[in-house]
């Protein structure tokens, strides 16, 4: 049960909040910790795809949804050097809504429901160490402040320290490949409502427009033997950006050629946590399971993660039975979801050759004369409804 239980937070992301909200809409009071001086994040678009979506609504989340993302109609493989179609998925079903969306706005939407339910959200809470104890999880604050949390929620993120806590010996490793991502403004609202993958050689590029077309969202992915740094934050010349795309279609060097604000960030394989909770404190989102960004499905895993979590700890009396009860219903489809991911992209970075014309070839031939067939393929991704138990 939840009624009346204290949870704290780690977290003010799309994990955390998302949590905090289906967890107070149990009765819990919860309270979030966010290490920011402010909840923002840094402009940047992302997919909600059916599956995430489902949760958005059960939380009553639905039609703020609606009036921030545009729906989606189809998903395009393209070939890099002409931009000619491979393969299209279509998005068209009603019962699957899938949107293309800024992340500002869905952590917008995600605060106000957050406060709504009765969290409390405190900013400036910077946790640099924790230690469990007999009573709780005592949390080291960057001021020096200590206080200990008996039901830790750790929505904390890539370089979370209470999965470094709980799996003290976990390391990632470079996947020599980097990935720059930039948005760039439209002077029309004439782009496409889809997402579209350009794939070359050791490269391709994602682009889809968000805010109703306002802006173009761009992810470009190439191979290198050159580490980069990992996190979202590090400036780079957008030069280079146009450099290793160069010989991409006339109308993606056209767009890029756009490109003022550019971030650029090495790309590291995270095992997922072996050990996910303890008595006292339970790992969600990018904490327990890293994703590489080849399948859009980081904060859609978080959306599920936090109603599952929710429903499991009201389901149970006792706080840690309720935590291996959320780990057993997660883990395995978050592993599939992570390894999925990975094989994306080799699949987008064939080099000329025999096995990317047969590849290509039946891409386009599923797309052409089975396209149920093709979308049948991701049912068991789109099609998972975590709201229905």
């Known amino acids: 049960m939840l009624i009346g239980r204290e949870i704290t937070v ?3 992301g799309i994990a955390g909040l998302a949590a905090a909200t289906a967890l107070a809409q149990r009765g819990a009071r919860v309270r979030v910790l966010e290490q920011s001086d402010r909840i923002a994040e840094l402009g940047a678009g992302l997919q909600i795809s059916p ?3 489902v949760v958005l609504r059960a939380l009553g989340l639905g039609e703020a949804l609606a009036e921030a993302a545009p729906l989606a109609r189809a998903v395009r493989l393209c070939d890099f050097r002409r931009g000619a179609e491979v393969f299209r998925l279509p998005l068209t079903r009603s019962d699957r809504p899938y949107h293309l969306m800024h992340r500002a706005d869905l952590i917008g939407i995600l605060r106000r429901g957050a406060v709504e339910a009765g969290v409390t959200v405190e900013l400036g809470r910077a946790v640099r160490e924790l230690r469990d104890g007999a009573g709780g999880i005592a949390l080291h604050f960057a001021t020096g402040e200590t206080e200990t949390a008996a039901c830790l929620v750790a929505a904390d993120g ?3 320290p209470t999965r470094a806590a709980l799996n003290p010996s976990t390391r990632p490793f470079f996947t020599g490949q ?3 991502r930039c948005t760039i403004p439209l002077e029309d609202a004439a782009a496409p409502a889809e997402a579209q993958v350009f794939m070359g050689p050791g490269r391709h590029l994602v682009r889809y427009p968000l805010r109703h077309g306002a802006m173009m969202n761009v992810v470009a992915v190439e191979e290198r033997d050159g580490w980069a740094a990992e996190g979202w934050n590090h400036r780079d010349d957008p030069q280079n ?11 993606i060097r056209q767009m890029l050629d756009g490109a003022e604000e550019v971030f650029l960030w090495g790309l590291f394989r995270h ?3 072996k050990h996910w909770h303890n008595d006292h404190a339970v790992l969600l989102g ?3 399971h890293p994703t590489l960004p080849f399948l859009a499905q980081g904060a859609n895993m978080a959306l599920e993660d936090a109603w599952v979590l929710a429903d499991s700890l009201a389901a149970e009396e006792d706080q840690a039975t309720g935590f291996a009860r959320y780990t057993a219903r997660r883990r395995a489809r978050c592993a599939r979801i992570v390894d999925a991911a990975s094989r994306n992209a080799e699949n987008y970075h064939l080099r000329p050759g025999p096995y990317r014309f047969a590849a290509h070839s039946a891409l386009r031939l599923a797309s052409r004369f089975a396209p149920q067939i093709a979308a049948n393929q991701f049912e068991w991704l789109y ?5 229905r138990g």
């Open 51 to 53: 599956n995430g979506a």
């Open 178 to 180: 980097v990935a720059w």
């Open 286 to 288: 990018d904490a327990a």
């Open 158 to 160: 890539l370089h979370s």
């Open 241 to 251: 950006l146009r450099r290793a795309f160069r010989d991409f279609a006339p109308g």
């Open 271 to 273: 095992p997922l946590a």
């Open 383 to 387: 099609g998972h409804d975590v709201t």
């Open 10 to 12: 780690l977290g003010g």
